[in-house]
């Protein structure tokens, strides 16, 4: 039937790095309420302050690649400046992790720790469903058959 499919290929999961170290910065004493013009901008952190955590803690060799991790979190949207207006660089602004900020679309704090699959790939197997789907459900004439839609269903009377 329809879960059997194609369903290994859509429950492989590999994990993101970016994802872990997301974790990391969470767990760790960077993110917390940071005052600027007697504004608070609770669960935030400095991007300077990242930048060195990066270079001590994870030990890459300058600021310069740490500015361009910083950048690819920004870029893969893991992380925001906290008001939406700079790009991520080594100065004293304030960015959150996705999860932390009041963002305005609905599903925005849901984060995934896998790679995201190509579309192509998704496409695909919602096509495959789409046809099993199909195949399980209509008529040869085209309609939906209403014995086939109910898993009880008997086609007498």
């Given amino acids: 039937m329809l879960a059997a499919a194609g369903s290994e290929d859509c429950l492989d ?4 790095e ?3 170290l997301v974790r990391e910065i969470q ?3 960077l993110v917390r309420t940071h005052t600027y013009h007697l504004k608070g901008y609770k669960n935030s952190f400095v991007a300077r302050d990242l930048v060195t955590w990066l270079v001590e803690q ?22 925001h400046h906290v008001t939406f207006d700079h790009e991520f660089k080594d100065e004293w602004l304030f960015f959150r992790l996705l999860g932390d900020g009041h963002l ?15 579309a192509t790939e998704v496409a695909e197997d919602l096509r495959r469903y789409i046809l099993e789907i199909h195949a399980d459900f209509l008529s040869e004439d085209g309609y939906v058959s ?8 008997t086609t007498s009377g």
Avoid at 58 to 79: D, T
Avoid at 146 to 153: E, G, I, V
């Fill in 13 to 16: 999961c590999t994990p993101d």
């Fill in 18 to 20: 970016l994802a872990s």
């Fill in 27 to 29: 767990d760790s004493s």
């Fill in 58 to 79: 994870k030990k890459l060799p300058s600021r310069e690649e740490a500015v361009k991790q910083g950048l690819e979190l920004q870029a893969k949207h893991f992380i």
């Fill in 104 to 118: 305005k679309a609905l599903n925005a704090k849901l984060s995934y720790a896998c790679i995201p699959r190509p």
């Fill in 146 to 153: 209403r014995f086939a839609a109910h898993p009880f269903s």
